[in-house]
Protein backbone atom coordinates (compact mmCIF):
# COMPACT_ATOMS: atom_id res chain seq x y z
CA UNK A 1 0.00 0.00 0.00
CA UNK A 2 1.35 3.24 -1.14
CA UNK A 3 2.11 6.13 1.59
CA UNK A 4 -0.63 8.09 0.00
CA UNK A 5 -3.80 5.32 0.22
CA UNK A 6 -1.99 4.72 3.72
CA UNK A 7 -3.02 7.87 4.64
CA UNK A 8 -6.30 7.88 2.88
CA UNK A 9 -7.13 4.88 4.62
CA UNK A 10 -6.15 5.92 7.97
CA UNK A 11 -8.13 9.48 7.71
CA UNK A 12 -11.17 7.36 6.60
CA UNK A 13 -10.90 5.12 9.37
CA UNK A 14 -10.76 7.64 12.24
CA UNK A 15 -13.82 9.08 10.84
CA UNK A 16 -15.71 6.33 11.41
CA UNK A 17 -15.43 6.77 15.23
CA UNK A 18 -16.90 10.33 15.17
CA UNK A 19 -20.48 8.16 13.61
CA UNK A 20 -23.67 9.89 14.15
CA UNK A 21 -25.71 7.69 15.95
CA UNK A 22 -29.53 7.28 16.30
CA UNK A 23 -32.25 4.22 16.28
CA UNK A 24 -35.82 3.04 18.13
CA UNK A 25 -36.10 2.95 21.93
CA UNK A 26 -38.64 2.11 24.69
CA UNK A 27 -38.17 2.98 28.15
CA UNK A 28 -40.75 1.45 29.68
CA UNK A 29 -44.30 1.51 31.61
CA UNK A 30 -46.65 4.42 30.35
CA UNK A 31 -48.21 6.26 33.45
CA UNK A 32 -51.05 3.08 33.28
CA UNK A 33 -48.41 0.86 33.34
CA UNK A 34 -45.96 -1.42 35.66
CA UNK A 35 -43.04 -2.95 36.21
CA UNK A 36 -42.08 -6.08 36.57
CA UNK A 37 -39.49 -8.86 36.64
CA UNK A 38 -39.58 -12.88 35.86
CA UNK A 39 -38.47 -15.78 33.60
CA UNK A 40 -38.85 -15.61 29.74
CA UNK A 41 -39.73 -18.45 27.88
CA UNK A 42 -37.92 -18.91 24.24
CA UNK A 43 -38.19 -16.63 21.55
CA UNK A 44 -39.07 -13.27 23.55
CA UNK A 45 -38.33 -9.72 21.84
CA UNK A 46 -39.79 -6.85 20.46
CA UNK A 47 -40.16 -5.21 17.13
CA UNK A 48 -39.62 -1.88 16.31
CA UNK A 49 -39.74 0.77 13.46
CA UNK A 50 -37.04 2.63 12.49
CA UNK A 51 -37.74 6.43 11.50
CA UNK A 52 -37.57 8.11 8.18
CA UNK A 53 -34.36 10.05 9.16
CA UNK A 54 -32.38 6.54 10.63
CA UNK A 55 -30.99 3.96 8.38
CA UNK A 56 -27.35 2.90 8.47
CA UNK A 57 -25.40 0.20 9.97
CA UNK A 58 -26.75 -1.61 12.77
CA UNK A 59 -24.25 -1.05 16.17
CA UNK A 60 -26.09 -2.71 19.02
CA UNK A 61 -29.09 -3.95 20.35
CA UNK A 62 -29.47 -3.55 24.41
CA UNK A 63 -32.58 -5.20 26.16
CA UNK A 64 -33.19 -5.71 29.82
CA UNK A 65 -33.86 -9.22 28.93
CA UNK A 66 -30.75 -10.24 31.02
CA UNK A 67 -29.63 -12.82 34.16
CA UNK A 68 -29.60 -16.38 35.06
CA UNK A 69 -29.04 -18.63 37.70
CA UNK A 70 -26.60 -20.55 35.68
CA UNK A 71 -23.71 -18.59 35.48
CA UNK A 72 -23.21 -20.65 31.92
CA UNK A 73 -26.33 -19.77 30.63
CA UNK A 74 -26.48 -18.50 27.00
CA UNK A 75 -28.69 -17.44 24.32
CA UNK A 76 -29.08 -16.39 20.50
CA UNK A 77 -29.97 -12.80 19.29
CA UNK A 78 -31.52 -12.90 16.39
CA UNK A 79 -32.68 -10.10 13.79
CA UNK A 80 -35.90 -10.18 11.67
CA UNK A 81 -37.02 -8.36 8.76
CA UNK A 82 -40.53 -7.36 9.53
CA UNK A 83 -43.04 -7.52 12.73
CA UNK A 84 -42.86 -10.81 14.30
CA UNK A 85 -40.54 -14.44 13.30
CA UNK A 86 -41.90 -14.59 10.31
CA UNK A 87 -39.38 -12.28 8.07
CA UNK A 88 -35.76 -13.21 6.96
CA UNK A 89 -33.16 -13.88 9.54
CA UNK A 90 -30.39 -10.89 8.65
CA UNK A 91 -27.94 -11.17 11.35
CA UNK A 92 -27.82 -13.74 14.39
CA UNK A 93 -25.18 -13.73 17.59
CA UNK A 94 -24.43 -16.72 19.50
CA UNK A 95 -22.82 -17.88 22.44
CA UNK A 96 -23.82 -14.41 24.34
CA UNK A 97 -24.04 -14.93 28.14
CA UNK A 98 -27.21 -14.08 29.90
CA UNK A 99 -25.20 -12.60 32.79
CA UNK A 100 -23.46 -9.49 32.23
CA UNK A 101 -24.44 -6.92 29.95
CA UNK A 102 -27.53 -6.53 28.10
CA UNK A 103 -25.48 -4.82 25.38
CA UNK A 104 -25.88 -7.12 22.37
CA UNK A 105 -22.98 -5.72 19.69
CA UNK A 106 -24.12 -6.94 16.17
CA UNK A 107 -21.57 -4.07 14.75
CA UNK A 108 -19.23 -6.80 13.18
CA UNK A 109 -21.53 -8.39 11.24
CA UNK A 110 -22.38 -5.00 9.10
CA UNK A 111 -26.32 -5.04 8.75
CA UNK A 112 -27.66 -1.85 6.67
CA UNK A 113 -30.73 -0.85 8.09
CA UNK A 114 -33.46 1.02 6.29
CA UNK A 115 -35.67 3.83 7.37
CA UNK A 116 -39.01 3.42 8.00
CA UNK A 117 -38.76 -0.14 8.30
CA UNK A 118 -40.10 -2.99 10.74
CA UNK A 119 -37.75 -5.56 12.15
CA UNK A 120 -37.33 -7.70 15.16
CA UNK A 121 -34.95 -8.78 17.74
CA UNK A 122 -35.88 -12.18 19.16
CA UNK A 123 -33.76 -14.13 22.09
CA UNK A 124 -33.75 -17.63 22.74
CA UNK A 125 -32.18 -19.75 24.89
CA UNK A 126 -29.31 -21.84 24.00
CA UNK A 127 -30.45 -24.34 26.50
CA UNK A 128 -34.09 -24.51 27.21
CA UNK A 129 -33.55 -25.69 30.94
CA UNK A 130 -31.99 -22.52 31.86
CA UNK A 131 -33.56 -19.91 33.76
CA UNK A 132 -33.30 -16.33 32.10
CA UNK A 133 -35.32 -13.77 33.65
CA UNK A 134 -35.74 -10.10 32.58
CA UNK A 135 -37.75 -7.20 34.02
CA UNK A 136 -40.59 -6.40 31.76
CA UNK A 137 -43.63 -3.72 31.51
CA UNK A 138 -47.16 -4.76 31.81
CA UNK A 139 -48.00 -1.78 28.91
CA UNK A 140 -49.06 -2.62 25.25
CA UNK A 141 -48.44 0.71 24.70
CA UNK A 142 -45.41 0.63 22.33
CA UNK A 143 -45.24 3.01 19.06
CA UNK A 144 -43.87 1.11 16.04
CA UNK A 145 -43.54 -2.02 17.61
CA UNK A 146 -44.47 -4.99 18.71
CA UNK A 147 -43.72 -7.30 22.10
CA UNK A 148 -43.49 -10.89 21.58
CA UNK A 149 -43.50 -13.35 24.40
CA UNK A 150 -42.96 -17.32 23.37
CA UNK A 151 -42.96 -16.21 19.79
CA UNK A 152 -46.26 -14.61 19.87
CA UNK A 153 -47.82 -11.21 19.97
CA UNK A 154 -48.10 -10.44 23.83
CA UNK A 155 -48.85 -6.83 25.86
CA UNK A 156 -45.72 -7.13 28.07
CA UNK A 157 -43.10 -4.92 26.58
CA UNK A 158 -39.42 -5.28 27.10
CA UNK A 159 -37.39 -1.80 27.83
CA UNK A 160 -34.62 -2.08 24.77
CA UNK A 161 -32.79 0.46 22.70
CA UNK A 162 -31.09 0.27 19.16
CA UNK A 163 -28.11 1.79 18.15
CA UNK A 164 -27.82 2.62 14.03
CA UNK A 165 -25.12 4.10 12.81
CA UNK A 166 -26.46 6.45 10.31
CA UNK A 167 -23.37 8.94 9.08
CA UNK A 168 -22.62 5.86 6.06
CA UNK A 169 -26.51 6.16 4.84
CA UNK A 170 -25.46 9.75 3.63
CA UNK A 171 -24.38 9.93 0.00
CA UNK A 172 -20.38 10.09 0.41
CA UNK A 173 -18.88 13.05 -1.71
CA UNK A 174 -16.23 14.69 -2.50
CA UNK A 175 -16.26 18.48 -3.97
CA UNK A 176 -14.29 19.08 -6.85
CA UNK A 177 -14.65 23.09 -7.44
CA UNK A 178 -17.75 22.78 -10.15
CA UNK A 179 -19.72 19.74 -8.94
CA UNK A 180 -19.81 17.11 -6.02
CA UNK A 181 -18.63 13.92 -7.16
CA UNK A 182 -20.95 11.21 -5.14
CA UNK A 183 -21.48 7.30 -4.96
CA UNK A 184 -25.26 6.44 -5.64
CA UNK A 185 -27.06 4.63 -4.34
CA UNK A 186 -24.89 4.30 -0.99
CA UNK A 187 -25.74 1.55 0.33
CA UNK A 188 -25.62 -0.55 -2.70
CA UNK A 189 -26.54 -4.30 -3.34
CA UNK A 190 -24.74 -4.72 -6.97
CA UNK A 191 -23.71 -1.79 -8.25
CA UNK A 192 -22.79 1.76 -7.66
CA UNK A 193 -21.98 4.74 -9.60
CA UNK A 194 -19.96 7.98 -9.32
CA UNK A 195 -22.60 10.84 -10.13
CA UNK A 196 -20.86 14.21 -11.82
CA UNK A 197 -17.73 11.89 -13.07
CA UNK A 198 -16.15 14.28 -16.01
CA UNK A 199 -14.39 11.69 -17.82
CA UNK A 200 -13.38 8.01 -17.38
CA UNK A 201 -10.75 7.26 -14.52
CA UNK A 202 -9.09 4.79 -12.99
CA UNK A 203 -10.67 3.23 -10.13
CA UNK A 204 -9.77 1.07 -6.78
CA UNK A 205 -11.44 -0.62 -4.27
CA UNK A 206 -10.50 -1.31 -0.69
CA UNK A 207 -11.80 -2.80 1.99
CA UNK A 208 -11.82 -1.52 5.38
CA UNK A 209 -8.84 -2.95 6.02
CA UNK A 210 -6.69 -1.85 2.81
CA UNK A 211 -6.72 -4.56 0.82
CA UNK A 212 -7.29 -4.10 -2.82
CA UNK A 213 -10.71 -6.32 -3.81
CA UNK A 214 -11.74 -4.43 -7.41
CA UNK A 215 -9.83 -2.29 -9.98
CA UNK A 216 -10.25 -1.09 -13.53
CA UNK A 217 -11.98 1.70 -15.72
CA UNK A 218 -15.21 3.67 -15.05
CA UNK A 219 -16.78 5.85 -17.96
CA UNK A 220 -18.79 8.82 -16.90
CA UNK A 221 -22.64 7.36 -16.58
CA UNK A 222 -21.18 3.51 -16.21
CA UNK A 223 -22.19 1.08 -13.34
CA UNK A 224 -19.44 -0.42 -11.39
CA UNK A 225 -20.79 -3.90 -10.38
CA UNK A 226 -20.05 -4.96 -7.04
CA UNK A 227 -22.37 -8.09 -6.50
CA UNK A 228 -19.07 -10.16 -5.64
CA UNK A 229 -18.49 -7.88 -2.78
CA UNK A 230 -19.25 -8.72 0.55
CA UNK A 231 -21.44 -6.71 3.26
CA UNK A 232 -19.60 -3.75 4.82
CA UNK A 233 -17.82 -0.54 3.99
CA UNK A 234 -15.61 -0.13 1.42
CA UNK A 235 -13.19 2.92 -0.60
CA UNK A 236 -13.28 4.07 -4.17
CA UNK A 237 -10.13 5.62 -4.85
CA UNK A 238 -9.88 7.78 -8.22
CA UNK A 239 -7.07 9.33 -9.74
CA UNK A 240 -7.19 12.10 -7.73
CA UNK A 241 -10.45 11.53 -4.87
CA UNK A 242 -11.80 9.47 -2.83
CA UNK A 243 -14.93 7.86 -1.22
CA UNK A 244 -16.32 5.35 1.09
CA UNK A 245 -19.30 3.68 0.60
CA UNK A 246 -21.43 0.72 1.72
CA UNK A 247 -22.16 -2.78 0.10
CA UNK A 248 -25.36 -4.16 1.61
Known sequence: MTKKLLTFVMLISASLFLNAQCG????????????SGGEIPNFTGMSFTTSAACGGILTSITSTVLGSPNPNATVSVRLYEGDGLGGNVIGELTGVPANGSAVYDFSA?????????????????????????????????HPGGTAY???????IAITFSVSIDNSTLSVADVDTGETKLRVYPNPAANSIQLTALQKAENYTIFDISGKKVLQGIVNVN????????????????????ALKFVKK
Open 149 to 155: WGGVPSS
Open 109 to 141: LMITMDPSTIYTYIIEKENTSDSIFANFVFDPI
Open 222 to 241: EPIYIQQLTKGMYFIQLEKR
Open 24 to 35: PSYSGASSSGSS
